[in-house]
């Protein structure tokens, strides 16, 4: 599809959003007082908030340091695989995953993305990758995933924000089948063009690494040198 075809697809979508937003009560997820490190929620029916946020997570130019074939291709032969993709946001890479594994749920706590990935999917998806793209709303304590339902958990941009995070692991760490894979992918702290995340609120590859050790995780493989901007954490049940 055409970039200017896919912005207006977008810019389309953001608009009927803001519409079917319009009173709405506040969905699951987004009435919980946010911790002080966690992101702000916006209100509900706030258009331009969510612009603002659809800014801050996929920047102009993302793919070049997100370099989402880098993180995908971790995964190996995804033909067989469930993906959850936990805080999905915009579905950056859910909507990848959907084209190369078998079904990807994209895990996410605010309504308004999870409406925006439903529309979007429908306008860049071919029928047959839209029907592996599962659309999930959770709470911030529960990813709403079924033992045994997926083969790899997906977090990226999203481990620093969630809260309780050794019980949320160990949640997810149930849901995993034995050898189920966890990837987090998140921010060095150190400087760089990218001002979003803050770095005060940032953490080091190595209390990621305890954290998911603490929750029962192991078999690490951290990649701190394919992106620039972040670091890779794999571990697996
Ligand atoms: C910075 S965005 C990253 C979005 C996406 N992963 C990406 O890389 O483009 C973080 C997202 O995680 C969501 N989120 C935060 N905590 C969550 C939780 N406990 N469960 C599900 N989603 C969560 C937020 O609503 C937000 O959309």
Redesign the pocket.
């Known amino acids: 599809m055409k970039i200017q075809t896919c912005f207006a697809a977008l810019s389309f979508s953001i608009a009927l959003l803001a519409l079917a937003c319009k009173g709405d009560t506040a969905p699951e997820g987004t009435t919980e007082k946010p911790s002080p490190d966690s ?1 702000a929620q916006p209100e509900i029916g706030d258009s331009a908030s969510l612009q603002k946020l659809l800014n801050e ?2 920047p102009p130019g993302r793919d070049v340091w997100q370099r989402p074939e880098v993180v995908i291709g971790k995964m190996g032969d995804l033909s067989t695989k469930t993906v959850a ?6 579905g ?2 859910s909507r990848r995953l959907a084209q190369q594994a078998k079904k990807v749920i994209a ?4 309504e308004r ?1 999870i409406q925006f990935m439903d529309s979007i999917k429908r306008v860049e998806l071919k029928p047959e990758y839209q029907r592996r793209f599962e659309t999930r709303l ?1 709470t ?1 304590s529960d ?1 709403k995933l079924r033992p045994g339902e997926v083969d790899i958990v997906l977090v ?3 481990y620093i ?2 809260q309780n995070r050794v019980a949320y692991l160990k949640n997810l760490l149930n849901v995993l089948p034995e050898g189920g894979k966890i990837i987090v992918v998140d921010f060095k702290k150190k400087r760089m063009p990218i001002k979003y995340p803050a770095a005060k609120i940032r953490m080091e590859l190595y209390e990621v690494e305890n954290e998911l050790e603490a929750a029962g995780f192991s078999n690490f493989q951290s990649d701190d040198c394919s992106l620039d901007y972040q670091y890779i954490v794999m571990a697996e049940k």
């Open positions: 992101t997570y996929d993709d936990i805080g999905a946001g915009s950056f890479f895990v996410e706590l605010d993305f959770a911030p990813p990226v941009n999203t924000y969630i």
